[in-house]
Nanobody, 122 residues
Framework: QVQLVESGGGLVQVGGSQRLSCAASGRTFSNYAVGWFRQAPGKAREFVAAISWSGARTTYADSVKGRFTISRDNAKNTVYLQMSSLKPEDTAVYYC???????????????WGQGTQVTVSS
């Protein structure tokens, strides 16, 4: 089992920045790829970014490419999502998820955090 806890959400102004953290406990975290997903009210959950177990590979949704950066520190069992140039449409609950393979499909992830709310206000 892997337990995931997101933090760092909150209210931010349009054009601002926010860093989300996903802290893991349980099984060896460095064995797992991690993805970030988000869900806005009334919308389906969507892929945001993912990183391989080593951090060597990353992938992003087109909607966040160039604005968001995913990274990880396996010594701290933590994955980060640095968000910049935030837009109102980035408002959502953000979730991190872990699995043995790097995926963009949320159905493939076995472990999920509880989510953290990000609200981008104009």
């Amino acid at each position: 089992q892997v337990q995931l806890v997101e933090s760092g959400g909150g209210l931010v102004q349009v054009g601002g920045s926010q860093r989300l953290s996903c802290a893991a406990s349980g099984r060896t975290f460095s064995n797992y790829a991690v993805g970030w997903f988000r869900q806005a009210p009334g919308k389906a959950r969507e892929f945001v970014a993912a990183i391989s177990w080593s951090g060597a590979r990353t992938t992003y949704a087109d909607s966040v490419k160039g604005r968001f950066t995913i990274s990880r520190d396996n010594a701290k069992n933590t994955v980060y999502l640095q968000m910049s140039s935030l837009k109102p449409e980035d408002t959502a609950v953000y979730y991190c998820a872990a699995d043995s393979l790097l995926r963009t499909d949320d159905s493939g992830y076995n472990y999920w955090g509880q989510g953290t709310q990000v609200t981008v206000s104009s």
